[in-house]
T-cell receptor
Framework: DADVTQTPRNRITKTGKRIMLECSQTKGHDRMYWYRQDPGLGLRLIYYSFDVKDINKGEISDGYSVSRQAQAKFSLSLESAIPNQTALYFC?????????????FGPGTRLTVT | GENVEQHPSTLSVQEGDSAVIKCTYSDSASNYFPWYKQELGKRPQLIIDIRSNVGEKKDQRIAVTLNKTAKHFSLHITETQPEDSAVYFCAAPTRHSGYSTLTFGKGTMLLVSP
């Protein structure tokens, strides 16, 4: 789904470095999410934002921060990367009508911290 | 928050057989239950969802059933085909003050052998 894009798609970084993952969407959705996927652990919510002025911690927010620069852009930062943050990261969006509904995922960013 | 358990973690079937994946949830007020399919190297995509005012929903070879009393819901795939091979995730809403996010199960890897 080209409507949700993530950059970079792959990144290798060293322990202690700061890194930013970016997400953009053209779906016009208010709600945006960042998830982390690890083998056998499913999709775990890191942060979510229900509009530009709204930022909330998810299940596993420690070591991460986010910025909602505009309705269409939601960035995830690792202030000081550590090896156990090696994972596949997904951004997702959903609209705000009628309660919980379909989430649209980006293609993912594979991050390796050495 | 919501606790979602998904079983089995892996499932191998022969082409043409049926496959069933089951999820349980903890919040009796949950009212929306989606299933996502993630093919190898791809993003998760919604394949079917059900709301709590119905007990079953079908879409061609896939169906979802919901038992609110027992707090479980299941994905049924009939006449499986090799292209059904993927990881499947269930999810249920986690309530916050005034809105909901989704809590995902840990996933089921389905392998359909020709």
């Amino acid at each position: 789904d080209a409507d949700v894009t993530q950059t970079p798609r792959n990144r290798i970084t060293k322990t202690g470095k700061r890194i930013m993952l970016e997400c953009s969407q053209t779906k016009g959705h208010d709600r945006m999410y960042w998830y982390r996927q690890d083998p056998g652990l499913g999709l775990r919510l890191i942060y979510y934002s229900f509009d530009v002025k709204d930022i909330n911690k998810g299940e596993i927010s420690d070591g991460y921060s986010v910025s909602r620069q505009a309705q269409a852009k939601f960035s995830l930062s690792l202030e000081s990367a550590i090896p156990n943050q090696t994972a596949l990261y997904f951004c997702a969006t959903s609209d705000s009508t009628g309660g919980p509904g379909e989430q649209y995922f980006g293609p993912g960013t594979r991050l390796t911290v050495t | 928050g919501e606790n979602v358990e998904q079983h089995p973690s892996t499932l191998s079937v022969q082409e043409g057989d049926s496959a069933v994946i089951k999820c349980t949830y903890s919040d009796s007020a949950s009212n929306y239950f989606p299933w996502y399919k993630q093919e190898l190297g791809k993003r998760p995509q919604l394949i079917i969802d059900i709301r709590s005012n119905v007990g079953e929903k079908k879409d061609q070879r896939i169906a979802v059933t919901l038992n609110k009393t027992a707090k479980h819901f299941s994905l049924h795939i009939t006449e499986t085909q090799p292209e059904d091979s993927a990881v499947y995730f269930c999810a249920a809403p986690t309530r916050h003050s005034g809105y909901s996010t989704l809590t995902f199960g840990k996933g089921t890897m389905l392998l359909v052998s020709p």
